[in-house]
């Protein structure tokens, strides 16, 4: 009796290594600072509309601005308590994502990791001194805070190492009593380090990061984490997601220090934010409208449908509909403009931006709003970033499209005839 081996196929190789790869993705620190740090999309909207409106390119509402302090001051009231406290509100979602993660009620967890993270942070708030780090200058110190002290936080309740109430008494008190010891070792263990040592924690993941920073924020790492994203993609795996676990602090941290330099006046420093993907992913990752836009007129009846299912969506920057139906995902001949127009959409972007031919981005519009658009809002009303962006939705990818679109219609036609 002979027994006949099968050979894998690439496809099912690449099904095999998603699988092994896929616990990393949804490791649950990482997914708990991505979840939390997209989370202040809310927050930083807000904020950013106040200064559209501080810096609407009028020179005369400008010059009535500066005549009138109190009406300005009050204007600048929603920046401040949004970008100027993003480190708080950061340290809150993610030690709520984590506990969620871990089983905990969140929101004990979440609370004294924001004590936590202010004794570390600002511990002279309460002497009436000045705040410090509780902008985007503490938002790396606010994620290990956030995620060490839910971590102290399990350790105790998972090891019945709390309080316990006799059954009857509310839940509410129940739950003051459990985090009643994690507390108290939290907070301890926070002033000592900040207070009785004099130890200035964040300062120093201050002075770590800043040398940290400038490389990812790089062109090399630009090409590598958007070409990684695209690549992943094609291989059914969430590319934005998997990217944003590592890249989602360093671009947070870059548009708030854009929004803080061009709100005090000073050159806008970084390139890399989350907005600035918005140049190398417009319509959606592989930048597909231009594809759907050829499939409307296909001679194929399936891929006809894939592109009316497509256009709509693809106008706000949503593609699964083509990603999927097309499908670009284990398909060699869309994979490969897939990826190349992602890598030279960040080419291009990035060097737009580094030679000073566009505004940098510096605030956070609603990302689902067509490119050109998001663009112009995201720079402070710079039409030269409308029209890059334009160039890289519809030139670039309009023009890698349409051959590779071409040779999988015949396919396509092919297999239907058959």
Request: charged letters at 10%; a positive charge; hydrophobic letters at 55%.
């Amino acid at each position: 009796m002979s027994t006949v081996t099968t050979q894998k196929g690439w496809a099912d190789k690449l099904s095999d290594l998603m699988e092994k790869m896929a616990p990393f993705f949804d490791q649950p620190h990482l997914a708990s600072v991505r979840d939390g740090l997209a989370g202040l999309l809310p927050l930083l909207m807000v904020g950013a509309f106040s200064l559209l409106i501080v810096q609407f390119p009028s020179q005369s509402w400008l010059d009535y601005l500066s005549n009138n302090k109190a009406l300005s001051d009050k204007l600048w009231v929603p920046f401040n308590m949004t970008y100027g406290l993003m480190s708080v509100f950061a340290v809150l979602n993610i030690a709520y994502h984590l506990a969620r993660r871990k089983g905990l009620d969140p929101l004990w967890p979440a609370a004294l990791s924001l004590l936590a993270f202010l004794v570390i942070a600002s511990p002279l708030l309460g002497s009436g001194a000045p705040a410090t780090y509780l902008d985007n200058r503490g938002l790396f110190t606010a994620i290990i805070v956030g995620l060490v002290t839910v971590e102290i936080f399990n350790f105790f309740v998972k090891r019945n190492l709390v309080f316990q109430m006799p059954a009857g008494v509310p839940p509410s008190i129940t739950a003051a009593f459990v985090a009643l010891t994690p507390t108290f070792v939290v907070f301890v263990l926070a002033w000592f380090v900040r207070v009785l040592l004099g130890i200035d924690f964040a300062n120093g993941v201050v002075q770590v990061i800043s040398k940290i920073i400038p490389v990812a924020s790089s062109y090399v790492a630009v090409a590598i984490a958007e070409t990684m994203h695209a690549f992943l993609w094609t291989l059914g795996i969430h590319g934005d997601l998997t990217i944003g676990i590592v890249w989602q602090p360093i671009w947070t941290s870059n548009v708030a220090a854009n929004a803080a330099a061009r709100a005090s006046g000073q050159a806008i420093p970084w390139i890399y934010t989350s907005i600035f993907r918005s140049y190398v992913v417009p319509g959606g990752s592989g930048a597909t409208l231009p594809l759907a836009i050829y499939m409307l007129r296909s001679k194929s009846a399936r891929l006809r449908r894939v592109g009316w299912l497509g256009i709509w969506p693809g106008i706000f920057n949503i593609n699964e509909p083509i990603t999927f139906g097309t499908p670009v995902i284990f398909n060699p001949v869309m994979a490969i403009p897939f990826i190349a127009i992602t890598f030279i959409n960040a080419t291009v972007a990035y060097f737009a931006n580094a030679l000073n031919l566009v505004t940098k981005a510096f605030i956070e519009p609603p990302w689902t709003l067509p490119a050109p658009i998001l663009m112009y809002l995201a720079t402070g009303y710079d039409i030269r970033a409308a029209i890059l962006a334009i160039i890289t939705e519809f030139v670039i990818p309009g023009i890698i499209w349409f051959p590779f679109f071409k040779a999988w219609e015949r396919q396509v036609l092919e297999k239907e005839g058959a």
